[in-house]
């Protein structure tokens, strides 16, 4: 079904919200983390039980419930989530031997299954509904509005909520510069870590001279923790594709790319589904809604380079070279995809761009801080009760997100520091809990909102170590173009396995120091000028820490190995022999009833010995 | 006119590519690594980045000049990136310098030494040493001394339409190599060593010979004797300190003659030779249209490229063997009659502009009557290097002639030595038989720098004759493409595959410039121009040695001993013909990722095509190539429907045709 013009589109709309109306709606969460949970067994004993799924997608059937599969809701650690639209139930960690009881129980006499709601960690309180808990209350889910609430394998679901209305707003209100001017004066800044004001680089595209132009979404989502893109794609694609095809419109591009991690399967099977049903629409290919505006986009997966993040480097991986960056000037915007000037923007900023068309620029500017307006969703994960996809206004708290929505550090430890924007970030500490997080309060602290992962650490966290894995991960993924980033993060790295292996020196910390700097002066592209951001921030924050480490040999978090140590108390020793055989390097030994030895020069320091003494007569002691 | 600040200086520019050449012609220097003027901006090895205060560094190699820009060329920040660079550079590089071959000319050693790197902190990483390929005739690779600068990846991409090097690996595990750690000799290398001209330290180099030539001098039981290539005259003055360009040959005579050489001859006396031949081939053609258009064959890169890429083409290739060839050949066939010596008495020296000569040398083809034509093959840089370890004073040499009968040439064969220059000598003698006239004006001048490809159309009494010169086999491969689809019609194609021709092959100075190249272009067109005698036809030895042995150009004898073939050096030869399938009831797909193409994938989809095509399915089935299923221990991988089949070689194809694709036809799942 073509639908060819802005009114067709209408009543396609008013047609789909008919077929689509119910009592009540069971949406079972089938992202990424639910999946992994069990969560399309679940699904699929509710379709035995309720009748098949398309029963949703059909006419109205006798009692008026419906059964769909959603995106993402955020809560994955919770996870199966089956959310119960019209009774304003969410249930957590739903096994597929629940689903009978849910059916009986809440869905047949209306009961609420206790068992199955969140339970408050501090306090143990209940609670039924998605708003009141906590998680849940203090965000502002606006580019996830859709995410956990509709079906994103059928585009009727999408159009029944206001989808591609933005399009037909675009195509038959506005001129191209209206669209540009509209998007700048939001405020919508790039989500995938630049921060670049979106419409002045909309602009930059429009300009540059050539007839061919071409958009390409960032979808090369590949901080360790970070799964924003991915749960945008997989619960919503169709208002990526959208956001993408108003861009297309306003800048004069009639193709566009959609650059998905390979790692992301179900993101590229939705996005798939969703470009195929836009198709059959007509809301993608040629004519579009009657006008004389085609736009065809192609899903290409990236194939797994850290690096290909970077605009440069996506592109000519692209175009099936290396993904190796190139030094800007010359910026895409003028010469990017083969040659021609291209349009490249995050999965989230794209995900803005038709909210932002239907409710105007200045709901969007209501929202956020002076320089940083609207929303931003962010990837809490760590030490903290509550994990998982959020979504905040810009200018949120640390403290807000890391105490209210998070609510608190795990077992009641002491939050230590939290590591903003993966990799490329910087860490934050005790005294910017009030900051607020926005472009440039994170700057001035050395920090990056990135594309939006935050690690909360507690006391039990050593920094050096932190400093350790981020740098081991950006060596790893370094392309290896610039001999800055390429040698630099390596023997940054070398010196902070060294220092946390217990043999660092002073020098070394002068060394790291000095590495620092001119990697991130020096190198060619984001990856390698962020890459030292971790090192830098925690020797900022926690200097003492890495002086404790080379001068002291501690290690105050008892993290690093190499400065635990292993005793054996004579006096409760028994001498069972125990420690000695389990021992995998040989280092302890003793006569049968007396007092067992560990050579300290021997001993790896595993505590296997601890774990397996009988009597708890081996300690460590610092 | 547009300006910037540098230094406090006020600079203007005009149509300066970049910052970098703006500084330069300010008199501000920087240094650079990945940088090369006839090569994209790479921006990798950090070394020319420049302050511009709170914009941060610019790599000025690639940012071009903008008015008003003010920028720093020396500042603490640059020095501070610099020297880091540089001292991380030497951490991952065997810094066994003093037994380097680019020692001295190394362009990292001298950086090393300018900016005060005087030690380096950081653990060597050269401990488990990279296999050195050295298996070729023409070129070692040492990877140990790689800085991974690109220069050669982007040089045999950019001009030579290879890409016979390319980075793999990530991190401090990059490395830049033939493809799954392939040697050279294994893959398509043309041995052009253009690589090995814009490397910036010994990481590639062209393979010396000069050990062999010494030796023969010393052994006391052969007689040594010389030819030298028009370029080396105007390319070895430099190595000495001499303004490029400058014609020494004089200077070589000599310094070959105090070395103890038996006779000192020309190349350009065979290019003459070469040119009685091609001229006389070419007419016949013209005469006959067949064949058409005659491409040239005196590059040894562009004939391998001919007989790995082009094998149809062969027949058009001129079968004369290139001058150094044709040297060997008459040096060794008939020089030895006339001094009463026998072929296995003299050994044949070829001082050469270039590395390919050295694989050309030891080709099969390259013997007459069973004796190898040429014995040793040393570059520019190997005859400059003799002179040096010999002890002479080469500034002070006096200038000496060639040795008689093989050292007369003209000015049509030292203009061999330039893009051009070929099809131009050939012309001047084709002109003169088929008019009975001198051709009056010159066709060819040097070409600017950087041009590739000149067309040009002589009107000979009626006759139009269509003449291509192109150098550099990028942009050859484009004028082939461009012939086949008929776009250009030409009766005669030069083509050299070194930028600029001979005067910039890999023999010569390393890291030079097109500039530099132009400059020696300009000094063989002064020779030329300075010849009493200019035409080929017009060299007495050459007659002589045609009256005497030859009788005339492509004779018998002839074609004995001056004529060669070539055969394809396709690896793949059949191509596979894949049909569009509209509506595939089944697809399969074969992997052609690294492992799966190693372990013979190519062989699978080539019997899965004859099964299917023995089938009569080639229109249901659609054969797809494919990357990696990540199953690689099991490779070859196939996919029919989606459904992963590991260990598909080519020998179990028909089972799973039988086993896997069968059943889907019958069961009607090709209805869907």
């Given at each position: 079904?073509?639908?060819?013009?802005?009114?067709?589109?209408a009543?396609?709309?008013?047609?789909?919200?008919?077929?689509?109306k119910?009592?009540?709606?069971?949406?079972v969460?089938?992202?990424?983390?639910?999946?992994a949970?069990g969560?399309?067994?679940?699904?699929?004993?509710?379709?035995?039980?309720?009748?098949?799924?398309?029963?949703?997608?059909?006419?109205?059937?006798?009692?008026?419930i419906?059964?769909?599969?959603?995106?993402?809701?955020g809560?994955?650690?919770?996870?199966?989530?089956?959310?119960?639209?019209?009774?304003?139930?969410?249930?957590?960690?739903?096994?597929?031997?629940?689903?009978?009881?849910?059916?009986?129980?809440?869905?047949?006499?209306?009961?609420?299954?206790?068992?199955?709601?969140?339970?408050?960690?501090?306090?143990?309180?209940?609670?039924?509904?998605?708003?009141?808990?906590?998680?849940?209350?203090?965000?502002?889910?606006?580019?996830?509005?859709n995410?956990?609430?509709?079906?994103?394998?059928?585009?009727?679901?999408?159009i029944?909520?206001?989808?591609?209305a933005?399009?037909?707003?675009?195509?038959?209100?506005m001129?191209?510069?209206?669209?540009?001017?509209?998007?700048?004066?939001?405020?919508?800044?790039?989500?995938?870590?630049?921060?670049?004001?979106?419409?002045?680089?909309?602009?930059?595209?429009?300009?540059?001279?050539?007839?061919?132009?071409?958009?390409?979404?960032?979808?090369?989502?590949?901080?360790p923790?970070?799964?924003?893109?991915?749960?945008?794609?997989?619960?919503?694609?169709?208002?990526v594709?959208?956001?993408m095809?108003?861009?297309?419109y306003a800048?004069?591009?009639?193709e566009?790319?959609?650059y998905i991690?390979?790692?992301?399967?179900?993101?590229v099977?939705?996005?798939?589904?969703?470009?195929g049903?836009?198709?059959?629409?007509?809301?993608?290919?040629?004519?579009?809604?009657?006008t004389?505006?085609?736009?065809?986009?192609?899903?290409?997966?990236?194939?797994?380079?850290?690096?290909?993040?970077?605009?440069?480097?996506?592109i000519?991986s692209?175009?099936?070279?290396?993904?190796?960056?190139?030094?800007?000037?010359?910026?895409?915007?003028?010469?990017?995809?083969?040659g021609?000037?291209?349009?490249?923007?995050?999965?989230?900023?794209?995900?803005?761009?038709?909210s932002?068309?239907?409710?105007?620029?200045?709901?969007?500017?209501?929202?956020?801080?002076?320089?940083?307006k609207?929303?931003?969703?962010?990837?809490?994960?760590?030490?903290?009760?509550?994990?998982?996809?959020?979504?905040?206004?810009?200018?949120?708290?640390?403290?807000?997100?890391?105490?209210?929505?998070?609510?608190g550090?795990?077992?009641?430890?002491?939050f230590?520091?939290?590591?903003?924007?993966?990799?490329?970030?910087?860490?934050l500490?005790?005294?910017?809990?009030?900051?607020?997080l926005?472009?440039e309060?994170?700057?001035?602290?050395?920090?990056?909102?990135?594309?939006?992962?935050?690690?909360v650490?507690?006391?039990?966290?050593?920094?050096?170590?932190?400093?350790?894995?981020?740098?081991?991960?950006?060596?790893?993924e370094?392309?290896?173009k610039?001999?800055?980033c390429?040698?630099?993060?390596?023997r940054?790295?070398?010196i902070l396995?060294?220092?946390?292996?217990?043999?660092?020196?002073?020098?070394?910390?002068d060394?790291?120091?000095?590495?620092?700097?001119?990697?991130?002066?020096?190198?060619?592209?984001?990856?390698?000028?962020?890459?030292?951001?971790?090192?830098?921030?925690?020797?900022?924050?926690?200097m003492?820490e890495?002086?404790e480490?080379?001068?002291?040999?501690?290690?105050?978090?008892?993290?690093?190995?190499?400065?635990?140590k292993?005793?054996?108390?004579?006096?409760e020793?028994?001498?069972?022999?125990?420690?000695a055989?389990?021992?995998?390097?040989?280092?302890?030994?003793?006569?049968?009833?007396?007092?067992?030895?560990?050579?300290?020069?021997?001993?790896v320091?595993?505590?296997?010995?601890?774990?397996?003494?009988?009597?708890?007569?081996?300690?460590?002691?610092? | 006119?547009?300006?910037?600040?540098?230094?406090?200086?006020?600079?203007?520019?005009?149509?300066?590519?970049?910052?970098?050449?703006v500084?330069?012609?300010?008199?501000?220097?920087?240094?650079?690594?990945?940088?090369?003027?006839?090569?994209?901006?790479?921006?990798?090895?950090?070394?020319?980045?420049?302050?511009?205060?709170?914009?941060?560094?610019?790599?000025?190699?690639?940012?071009?000049?903008?008015?008003?820009?003010?920028?720093?060329?020396?500042?603490?920040?640059?020095?501070?990136?610099?020297?880091?660079?540089?001292?991380?550079?030497?951490?991952a590089?065997?810094?066994?310098?003093?037994?380097c071959?680019?020692?001295?000319?190394?362009?990292?050693q001298?950086?090393?030494?300018?900016?005060?790197?005087d030690?380096?902190?950081?653990i060597?990483?050269?401990?488990?040493?990279?296999?050195?390929?050295?298996?070729?005739?023409?070129?070692?690779?040492?990877p140990?001394?790689?800085?991974?600068c690109?220069?050669?990846?982007?040089?045999?991409?950019?001009?030579?339409?290879?890409h016979?090097?390319?980075?793999?690996?990530?991190?401090?595990?990059?490395?830049?190599?033939?493809?799954f750690?392939?040697?050279?000799?294994?893959?398509?290398?043309?041995f052009?060593g253009?690589?090995?001209?814009?490397?910036?330290?010994?990481?590639?180099?062209?393979?010396?010979?000069f050990?062999?030539?010494?030796?023969?001098?010393?052994?006391?039981?052969?007689?040594?004797?010389?030819?030298?290539?028009?370029?080396?005259?105007?390319?070895?003055?430099?190595?000495?300190?001499?303004?490029?360009?400058?014609?020494?040959?004089?200077?070589?005579v000599?310094?070959?003659?105090?070395?103890?050489?038996?006779?000192?001859?020309?190349?350009?006396?065979?290019?003459?030779?070469?040119?009685m031949?091609?001229?006389?081939?070419?007419?016949?053609?013209?005469?006959?249209g067949?064949?058409?258009?005659?491409?040239?064959s005196?590059c040894?890169?562009?004939?391998?490229?001919a007989e790995q890429?082009?094998?149809e083409?062969?027949p058009?290739?001129?079968?004369?063997?290139?001058?150094?060839?044709?040297?060997?050949?008459?040096?060794?066939?008939?020089?030895?009659?006339?001094?009463g010596?026998?072929?296995?008495?003299?050994?044949?020296?070829?001082?050469?502009?270039c590395?390919?000569?050295?694989?050309?040398?030891?080709?099969?083809?390259?013997?007459?009557?069973?004796v190898?034509?040429?014995?040793?093959?040393?570059?520019?840089?190997?005859?400059?290097?003799?002179i040096?370890?010999?002890?002479?004073d080469?500034?002070?040499?006096?200038?000496?002639?060639?040795?008689?009968?093989?050292?007369?040439?003209?000015?049509?064969a030292?203009?061999?030595?330039?893009?051009?220059?070929v099809?131009?000598?050939?012309?001047?003698?084709?002109?003169?038989k088929m008019?009975g006239?001198?051709?009056?004006n010159?066709?060819?001048?040097?070409?600017?720098?950087?041009?590739?490809?000149?067309?040009?159309e002589?009107?000979?009494?009626?006759?139009?004759?269509r003449?291509?010169?192109?150098?550099?086999l990028?942009a050859?491969?484009?004028?082939?493409?461009?012939?086949?689809?008929?776009?250009?019609?030409?009766?005669?194609?030069?083509?050299?595959?070194?930028?600029?021709?001979?005067?910039?092959?890999?023999?010569?100075?390393?890291?030079?410039?097109?500039?530099?190249?132009?400059?020696?272009?300009?000094?063989?067109?002064?020779?030329?121009?300075?010849?009493?005698?200019?035409?080929?036809?017009?060299?007495?030895?050459?007659?002589?040695?045609?009256k005497?042995?030859l009788?005339?150009?492509?004779s018998?004898?002839?074609h004995?001993?001056?004529?060669?073939?070539?055969s394809?050096?396709?690896?793949?030869?059949?191509?596979?013909?894949?049909s569009?399938?509209?509506?595939?009831g089944?697809?399969?797909e074969?992997?052609?990722?690294?492992n799966?193409?190693?372990?013979?994938?190519?062989?699978t989809?080539?019997k899965?095509n004859?099964?299917?095509?023995?089938?009569?399915?080639?229109?249901?089935?659609?054969?797809?190539?494919?990357?990696?299923?990540?199953k690689?221990?099991?490779?070859?991988?196939?996919?029919v429907?989606?459904?992963?089949?590991?260990?598909?070689?080519?020998?179990?194809?028909?089972?799973?045709?039988d086993?896997?694709?069968?059943p889907?036809?019958?069961?009607?799942?090709?209805?869907?």
């Open positions: 079904m073509i639908i060819a013009t802005v009114e067709a589109l009543d396609a709309r008013k047609e789909a919200r008919e077929k689509l119910s009592r009540l709606r069971v949406l969460c089938t992202g990424t983390g639910c999946v949970n969560s399309l067994k679940v699904l699929e004993r509710f379709k035995e039980l309720m009748g098949n799924e398309a029963v949703s997608a059909d006419s109205h059937d006798e009692t008026g419906r059964l769909a599969h959603t995106g993402c809701h809560f994955c650690e919770h996870g199966p989530l089956v959310k119960i639209e019209g009774m304003n139930i969410i249930y957590m960690k739903v096994h597929p031997e629940d689903v009978d009881e849910i059916v009986d129980r809440t869905i047949n006499n209306g009961e609420i299954i206790e068992r199955l709601l969140y339970r408050d960690p501090s306090d143990n309180s209940l609670f039924k509904s998605e708003e009141e808990i906590p998680f849940y209350a203090k965000q502002k889910r606006t580019s996830l509005k995410c956990g609430n509709i079906n994103p394998d059928n585009i009727e679901e999408y029944a909520r206001d989808g591609y933005a399009l037909a707003r675009a195509l038959s209100e001129t191209p510069d209206e669209i540009i001017s509209e998007i700048t004066s939001s405020g919508l800044r790039g989500r995938g870590g630049g921060g670049f004001p979106t419409g002045i680089k909309w602009g930059f595209v429009k300009k540059a001279s050539g007839e061919k132009k071409y958009v390409i979404v960032n979808g090369d989502e590949g901080d923790g970070a799964f924003m893109d991915r749960s945008l794609l997989e619960g919503d694609p169709n208002a594709i959208e956001g095809a108003i861009a297309a800048i004069g591009a009639d566009g790319y959609l991690r390979a790692e992301y399967p179900l993101a099977e939705r996005t798939r589904t969703a470009i049903q836009a198709l059959e629409y007509g809301l993608l290919g040629e004519n579009i809604l009657g004389n505006f085609n736009f065809k986009v192609r899903i290409k997966e990236g194939a797994g380079a850290f690096v290909c993040g970077e605009e440069t480097a996506l000519a692209i175009e099936g070279h290396r993904g190796m960056p190139k030094s800007k000037p010359p910026f895409p915007a003028n010469e990017g995809l083969f021609k000037p291209t349009l490249i923007n995050n999965v989230e900023t794209f995900g803005n761009v038709p932002i068309l239907r409710k105007g620029a200045e709901w969007f500017a209501s929202m956020g801080t002076e320089n940083s609207g929303t931003k969703t962010f990837a809490l994960t760590g030490q903290v009760n509550n994990t998982g996809l959020i979504e905040v206004p810009m200018g949120t708290t640390l403290r807000e997100i890391i105490f209210e929505i998070g609510g550090i795990r077992n009641n430890k002491k230590k520091a939290v590591q903003i924007g993966g990799p490329s970030g910087g860490c500490t005790e005294e910017h809990l009030d900051l607020p926005d472009y309060s994170l700057k001035q602290v050395g920090a990056m909102i990135g594309s939006g992962g935050l690690v650490m507690d006391e039990e966290t050593c920094i050096v170590d932190m400093a350790r894995f981020f740098m081991n991960f950006t060596q790893n370094s392309c290896g610039c001999v800055l390429r040698e630099g993060t390596r940054m790295l070398e396995e060294k220092i946390t292996s217990g043999l660092g020196t002073r020098e070394d910390i060394t790291l120091a000095e590495l620092s700097v001119a990697v991130q002066d020096g190198s060619l592209c984001g990856l390698g000028k962020t890459a030292p951001n971790p090192v830098i921030s925690s020797m900022k924050y926690f003492e890495y002086i480490h080379v001068e002291e040999h501690k290690c105050r978090a008892g993290v690093c190995q190499a400065f635990k292993f005793e054996v108390e004579p006096l020793c028994k001498g069972c022999g125990k420690c055989r389990i021992c995998p390097a040989g280092a302890i030994s003793g006569k049968p009833k007396e007092p067992y030895v560990i050579d300290q020069e021997s001993c320091r595993c505590g296997a010995c601890v774990a397996g003494c009988p009597f708890q007569a081996i300690k460590e002691v610092s | 006119m547009p300006s910037m600040i540098i230094n406090g200086h006020e600079v203007e520019f005009t149509d300066e590519k970049n910052i970098l050449d500084c330069r012609k300010a008199g501000f220097d920087l240094p650079t690594l990945c940088y090369q003027d006839h090569l994209s901006p790479f921006g990798a090895c950090r070394m020319c980045v420049v302050d511009a205060g709170k914009r941060g560094l610019l790599t000025s190699c690639s940012v071009p000049p903008e008015n008003g820009l003010e920028i720093q060329t020396s500042t603490e920040r640059t020095r501070r990136v610099r020297k880091m660079s540089l001292e991380l550079m030497l951490a590089h065997d810094r066994e310098c003093l037994t071959p680019k020692s001295g000319t190394c362009k990292l001298d950086y090393a030494e300018r900016f005060g790197v030690s380096v902190r950081f060597s990483r050269n401990k488990d040493k990279k296999e050195i390929d050295d298996h070729n005739p023409s070129i070692v690779r040492d140990n001394k790689c800085i991974l690109g220069n050669c990846v982007r040089v045999c991409f950019e001009h030579q339409g290879l016979i090097l390319d980075f793999s690996k990530r991190g401090s595990n990059v490395e830049v190599g033939p493809a750690g392939k040697m050279l000799n294994d893959v398509e290398c043309i052009c253009q690589c090995a001209t814009v490397c910036p330290t010994g990481a590639i180099t062209v393979r010396p010979e050990e062999n030539v010494f030796d023969a001098l010393y052994s006391g039981d052969k007689k040594v004797i010389f030819q030298v290539a028009p370029a080396v005259r105007v390319g070895l003055g430099e190595l000495f300190g001499m303004k490029p360009g400058r014609n020494v040959e004089g200077k070589i000599s310094a070959l003659r105090k070395m103890g050489a038996y006779k000192v001859f020309d190349t350009n006396f065979a290019a003459d030779l070469t040119i031949e091609e001229a006389t081939e070419f007419l016949k053609r013209l005469d006959e067949k064949n058409l258009p005659l491409f040239t005196c040894p890169s562009w004939i391998k490229t890429s082009y094998p083409l062969l058009n290739l001129s079968s004369c063997r290139s001058p150094q060839r044709m040297f060997g050949s008459v040096a060794k066939k008939y020089f030895t009659k006339e001094e010596l026998k072929p296995e008495d003299v050994f044949v020296v070829s001082v050469m502009p590395s390919a000569k050295k694989f050309e040398a030891q080709r099969e083809e390259f013997t007459t009557d069973g190898r034509d040429v014995d040793a093959v040393i570059t520019t840089n190997e005859l400059a290097r003799m040096r370890s010999f002890g002479l080469f500034l002070e040499l006096p200038d000496e002639d060639w040795d008689s009968p093989l050292g007369e040439s003209t000015g049509a030292v203009i061999f030595g330039a893009t051009g220059g099809a131009e000598a050939a012309l001047r003698t084709a002109y003169k008019t006239r001198e051709l009056e010159q066709v060819w001048k040097p070409a600017a720098p950087g041009e590739s490809v000149r067309e040009a002589v009107d000979i009494d009626g006759t139009v004759v003449i291509a010169t192109v150098n550099g990028a050859a491969r484009r004028l082939i493409d461009e012939i086949r689809r008929g776009e250009k019609e030409f009766h005669l194609v030069e083509i050299m595959a070194c930028p600029a021709g001979c005067v910039g092959g890999a023999g010569q100075r390393a890291n030079d410039s097109l500039e530099l190249r132009a400059q020696r272009a300009k000094g063989l067109s002064d020779i030329d121009s300075n010849k009493t005698v200019r035409q080929s036809h017009n060299n007495e030895s050459v007659l002589e040695l045609y005497t042995y009788s005339e150009p492509n018998a004898e002839a004995h001993s001056l004529h060669t073939g070539y394809s050096r396709r690896r793949i030869e059949e191509d596979i013909e894949l569009e399938v509209a509506e595939p089944i697809c399969v074969v992997c052609v990722g690294t799966c193409f190693q372990k013979g994938a190519y062989d989809m080539k899965l004859g099964v299917l095509r023995a089938e009569g399915l080639l229109d249901v089935v659609d054969i797809k190539a494919t990357f990696c299923f990540e690689c221990g099991q490779s070859p991988n196939i996919a429907n989606g459904k992963v089949i590991g260990n598909a070689t080519c020998d179990r194809i028909q089972e799973i045709f086993s896997e694709i069968s889907l036809l019958k069961t009607g799942s090709l209805n869907k």
